[in-house]
């Protein structure tokens, strides 16, 4: 197992199945990724394991047409989404 992965079956989530059949529905999916900044002088040891939700979640919004965001400000993603979705 690769340092970044979480050990999820590969296949926990057929993207491509998924994918379709939201785009079939007219299902917009939109995805947030929210990472943490550390403070100065914070000594917080984080390990990653999102990876391979990342990947499968970033595909499955960006095969419905949705938004894909990686931030460390949520109110101002939310805030992208929602302007968006407006449109």
Known sequence: MSLFETGIDKDFMDVEKVSQAMKAGSVTVNFIYINMETGRGMS????????????????????????????????????????????
């Open 44 to 87: 917080t040891e984080l390990k990653e394991f999102s990876t391979d939700i990342y990947n499968a979640f970033s595909k499955l919004a960006g095969t419905t047409g949705g938004i894909v965001e990686t931030t460390s400000k949520p109110v101002m993603a939310l805030e992208k989404v929602f302007k968006e979705s407006q449109q």
